[in-house]
């Protein structure tokens, strides 16, 4: 398993359909920030409770323009269903198949067990990393680190998108 992607590298390129089945490339939203969320699974406690904490928190991310995108190993089908069911208007990705591949690329794929790990990468508008969180099997992530992290994003110098 690859390492986290270090702060001020270009953030690994993706394409994965989101509940919808629309595709998203990070490719396609240069130019926009973007909170990039992994997490394991649809419907269980911790990630519910942790998605469920951003999207009543939509604020801190849409007064900065960052779009929110969180990304799991379930099938599109299944988050849709999860997104209708707890009322989440932000993309959820399905990184279904090849199984875990994208999460991998960020580092955050538990091969043992298969499916992705709680980690976050902050991107700005060029593509580069310039912040990441990740916390153990169980623990979420806090609410302040992401606030943290958006200042970080915030404070870093306008490049444009490579």
């Not at 590298?9 to 969320?37: C, D, H, K, W, Y």
């Not at 508008?125 to 969180?133: D, E, F, H, R, S």
């Amino acid at each position: 398993m690859a390492g986290l992607p270090v702060i001020g590298e270009l953030a690994p390129e993706f394409e994965l359909s989101n509940q919808f089945g629309e595709t998203v490339r990070l490719s396609g939203i240069r130019g926009t920030p973007v909170a990039l969320v992994f997490y394991p699974f649809a419907f269980s406690g911790v990630c519910t409770g942790e998605l469920c904490e951003l999207r009543d928190n939509m604020a801190m991310f849409d007064d900065d323009g960052v779009r929110l995108l969180a990304v799991s190993v379930d099938s599109k089908y299944a988050l849709r269903a999860y997104a209708q069911d707890q009322g989440f208007t932000f993309d959820l990705l399905a990184d279904f198949w090849p199984h875990g591949d994208v999460a991998a690329r960020y580092g955050a794929f538990d091969p043992s067990r298969g499916y992705g790990e709680r980690a976050t990468f902050l991107i700005d508008p060029a593509g580069v990393i310039v912040a990441t969180l990740k916390t153990a099997l169980g623990e979420p992530r806090r609410l302040d680190d992401y606030r943290t992290a958006l200042t970080s994003l915030a404070a870093t110098p306008q490049r444009l998108p490579r």
